[in-house]
């Protein structure tokens, strides 16, 4: 267990700084709290949340032209419980989920003996999961809202801490800096359902990036055996060719875990051919790796396809989100103010935020209207559509 152990140290070493944030937000809201009683009070995000739901959703409709499933309802999960969701926005196939379940449920309580028992248990899917036990933890402070078969998820452990932190930030007198704040505070909600909502209409889309996800850890998980397999020489060997950072001989894993984490395609494929691999249908690798690995090339044509299906569904579904919010708060005050009071910033400033998905969205909105989201959804664009929304358009014609 001596290896394992300490590489669960390094998985919270690599979680420090978010953590040390989560106890700095407890502690900063305690006070905050404290010094704002008797003077204002915000409501509870609850309330706020439920009013804001019912009134959005027809919105949601008549600008998509599509409509949210009938039977939507909200949680509110505080930070353990948050972190547990997050293990369910991991998608694997049946025989790695419960292994997901676990992992998560172990790093939202801290159980590094546990954490070590899985890595002990199953090498090749640790490798693989908890890569996004680190990458979706560490968002956490900056994620308002998930949605998940048919529940939208408000974070509470920010959502109802954060406007008393900023209002207390601001300093006295409280009481005419509230309004702007509470404003703020209702806008964030607002936004943050109003996106929930959208992605809630789009269940064909949802299903391909799933799918799609799923292969994708499948196949990360096929390499990881592959190179835990190897012998000490070709790990070696590879690692000396892959200048990858020196490491003792009495830790194995660790060589082993190094190689995996360079050679995995989301991290070799990109950083050697950079994002134009999401619509490339052939890959080539360097010889001397291929030699020591024969599988390898393999592994990464069976790879592209999904991974661009999942790119492609994902980067749809936050496009059409991000267009739909913009156009439907462009005039909501609440929202303006919370651009204000929680991020800095101004509309004008958030319109002209560009991303692949957003602009994609705008083009085929500008030919198509509100019949958009609707093809959208039935007939995902893919990676080189994306890129060039007229093919898209083509397509449909």
Not at 278 to 286: G, K, R, S, Y
Not at 293 to 298: E, H
């Amino acid at each position: 267990m001596g290896e394992f152990q300490e590489f669960t140290d390094a998985l919270f070493g690599q979680l420090s700084v978010e953590i040390d944030e989560e106890k700095e937000i407890i502690k900063l809201a305690s006070r905050a709290k404290e010094d704002l009683k008797g003077k204002v009070e915000f409501k509870n995000l609850e309330s706020i949340a439920t009013h804001i739901l019912s009134a959005y959703k027809s919105k949601v409709e008549e600008f998509l032209g599509v409509k949210i499933p009938e039977n939507i309802e909200l949680k509110f999960p505080e930070l353990t419980d948050l972190k547990r969701l997050k293990g369910e926005k991991v998608f694997a196939d049946k025989e790695s989920k419960e292994f997901v379940t676990q992992l998560f449920n172990a790093v939202a309580k801290e159980d590094k003996t546990k954490i070590a028992e899985l890595m002990q248990e199953d090498t090749p899917k640790y490798l693989v999961y908890s890569t996004y036990a680190i990458q979706y933890i560490s968002k956490i402070t900056t994620t308002y809202g998930d949605y998940l078969d048919s529940t939208i998820y408000l974070n509470k452990f920010i959502l109802s801490r954060y406007p008393e932190i900023i209002l207390h930030k601001q300093g006295e007198p409280y009481e005419s800096k509230f309004d702007s704040v509470n404003s703020g505070y209702i806008g964030a909600v607002k936004m943050t359902v109003l996106e929930e909502l959208i992605h809630a209409t789009q269940e064909n889309l949802q299903q391909v990036n799933k799918n799609a996800a799923i292969e994708v850890n499948k196949i990360n998980e096929e390499l990881a055996s592959i190179i835990l397999s190897l012998d000490t020489e070709t790990i070696n060997k590879l690692s000396e060719y892959c200048q990858l950072q020196a490491v003792p001989d009495d830790f194995p894993f660790a060589k082993k875990a190094n190689l995996f984490f360079f050679l995995n395609p989301d991290h070799f494929l990109i950083e050697q051919i950079g994002p134009d691999v999401m619509t490339f249908t052939h890959v080539e690798i360097d010889p001397k790796i291929e030699e020591s690995i024969p599988q390898l090339l393999d592994i990464y044509k069976k790879w592209l396809v999904p991974i661009q299906q999942h790119h492609a569904a994902f980067t749809a579904m936050e496009g059409m989100a991000a267009f739909a919010i913009e156009n439907i708060l462009k005039d909501d005050k609440d929202f303006q103010n919370y651009l204000t009071t929680f991020m800095g910033t101004d509309f004008s400033s958030y319109q002209v935020r560009k991303s692949m998905g957003k602009e994609f969205t705008k083009t085929v909105y500008q030919k198509l209207g509100i019949n958009t989201f609707k093809k959208m959804i039935e007939i995902p664009p893919n990676t080189k559509e994306l890129k060039d929304p007229q093919l898209y358009l083509k397509k449909l014609s």
